[in-house]
């Protein structure tokens, strides 16, 4: 065996590389890309779709769509984009180019009728102004082209909108994209609801992003988007080169962060956790499989050592010989358990169950590092095989928990107490 | 128990071999220098060329789109390799996920057994559980630490050195029993 090395190394002689590998690289880069633009091409093309038929159903229901200023113009880009609402209702805007910053794109509305204004920003959302006011907001706008549109508030009714198109530059390269590249083009959303005075979490946004949003993947790449100072932080979610989440948080008042809003795509089931989830995992495991964990552990007589206050674990092969123990709440629980690995230290330990570790139990596989648990409920003691020892874990409340060997995670399960 | 030695001068020999120059250098030159390396550990890890060339493809794609911070990192090497083994779990997440919708479905196929059926190490090689090969890879014939090794694999370093000592024990067996 001291040659095990060059064993190895003459194995992996067998094979080489193409000659041509890089250049296959470079196809393999260019596909991924190509990819990615056409799932977001979709994703736009949706969005135009979209807006077209708004638009059009608005020309049907006699709503005159007016359009004033154009896109693509030579002007130098102004730091604020001012509009004007007359009392027609009609939209003028000073300028058509505007430079984006640090904290977003920057709209002035001049409500210069003697009623008041509602204005929008197509796909974004909108705000109002009163009569003879001056308004400005702040927009996360990426760069490109945006519609800005205008209508006279009467009698609690929005009247005939006009709109304008204004161009958002980037010359500083300030915007980092956060639109979803879904590849089937579908995908969901969902808004925070909390209670006045609810505290947020503590720390930098994207930590506590990655802290509190389920169905995260280990390879999935979590970074900041949209723009750097905005007012609602955005976090991206980039799984294989695609953008398949987006999540917004706002501040609590007090420095804490809470979800504004969360986006995926299709297929992801991304979601806000008020409980740590580590890097979370796919969730919504076939309750069948789950159920099945615990089908013999729910079997039997006195005799199941595997349901009871005083359980009974066997560690044989770097596994245990069950992924569910059962075990009554509210009274002291004792495990023995013999570890059969010679000269193998193992133990037992649990923490609480998070959707991905419960991911980790129905595949059998380990959670791949620390950062997926929570903070130890009960740290067993390491044991060399073969060695036995009775783990004292006192009381548990009703409800399922995870164990694994900290030292062989793929030795793991659930805990149900109950 | 079989304590397995730090194989610190295999790691001094990978590094005079494959270190980068001091300061940025190009992804072209960084994939020249890794690629064969990680083709053949993977190989080793997967059993299968094909699969093997996937990943590799996959993991180097994925360095390329964040090479301006990689190649400020410590050890791009290290970002390498724990996205290849990183892309390889993900495989067999999803492998396992199809197993249980696929009846009778085989879904870690090792061609690596078959197709060396004369060598009894690669024969040896091929019956480890997947966790014990990457292991033996990483620390025997990458001549990683097993604290960096941890780091790849996303385990503590008492789990790769006990990892590695079960492999070397499997083979060890395994070679025995061919050879009596």
Known sequence: ?418 | MDRMQEPASAVSDRRAASDPPVGPVSFEAFFEAEHERLFRALYLVTGNAQEAEELMQDALVAVWERWDRVSAMEEPTGYLYRTAMNRFRSRLRRASRAARRTVGSDPGGDAFAAADERDAVARALARLPERQRSAIVLTELLGYGSEEAGRILGVKDVTVRSLASQARAALRTHLEDHDG
């Open chain 1, 1 to 418: 065996m001291a040659d095990l090395r060059s064993h190895l190394e003459r194995i992996g002689e067998r094979v080489r590389t193409a000659p041509d590998a890089f250049e296959r690289l470079e196809r393999a880069r260019r596909r991924h890309e190509r990819n990615r633009r056409v799932t977001a091409g979709v994703v736009a093309l949706s969005v135009a779709v979209a807006g077209s038929l708004v638009a059009f159903s608005a020309f049907r229901s006699g709503d005159a769509v007016r359009t004033a200023g154009s896109g693509g113009s030579n002007e130098a880009p102004v730091e604020v984009a001012r509009f004007t609402c007359d009392a027609s209702g009609s939209i003028t805007p000073s300028h058509s180019v505007v430079a984006a910053r640090p904290d977003g794109v920057h709209l002035a509305i001049d409500n210069t009728g003697d009623a008041p204004v509602s204005f929008a920003i197509e796909g974004l959302g909108g705000d109002g102004a009163e009569p003879g006011e001056h308004k400005e907001t702040v927009w996360q706008i990426p760069p490109g082209a945006a519609t800005v549109s205008c209508s006279m508030i009467t009698h609690g009714l929005s009247g005939s909108a006009s709109s304008a198109t204004l161009e958002v530059v980037d010359p500083n390269g300030l915007y980092v994209p956060a639109e979803l590249g879904c590849a089937s083009g579908a995908s969901y959303g969902s808004s925070g609801d909390y209670a006045d005075g609810t505290n947020g979490f503590a720390g930098d946004a994207v930590q506590v992003a990655r802290d509190h949003v389920s169905g995260l993947e280990f390879d999935d790449l979590i970074e900041r988007a949209g723009y750097p100072e905005s007012r609602l932080p955005v976090v991206r979610v980039v799984r294989d080169g695609a953008i398949v989440g987006k999540v917004t948080l706002r501040n609590d008042g007090s420095g804490g962060w809470l979800e504004d809003s969360i986006q995926g795509c299709s297929g992801t089931q991304f979601g806000w956790s008020v409980e740590p989830t580590g890097v979370s995992g796919p969730m919504g495991q076939p309750m069948s499989a789950w159920d099945a964990l615990c089908a013999t552990a729910r079997t039997g007589d006195e005799s199941n050592v595997h349901n009871g206050a005083d359980l009974r674990v066997d560690g044989r092969d770097a596994h245990f010989d069950t992924r569910c123990l059962i075990a009554p709440a509210g009274r002291p629980v004792t495990i023995l358990f013999s570890n059969l690995d010679g000269g193998i230290p193992r133990n037992i330990s649990i923490y609480p169950l998070t959707p991905y570790l419960r991911e980790c139990i129905v595949t059998g596989t380990s959670p791949g590092g620390t950062d997926a648990l929570g903070r130890a409920l009960f740290s067993g003691e390491l044991i060399t095989g073969v060695d036995e020892i009775v783990y004292e874990l006192g009381r548990f409340e009703s409800g399922e928990y995870y164990f694994q060997d900290d030292e062989n995670p793929e030795a793991n399960g659930v805990l149900v107490v109950e």
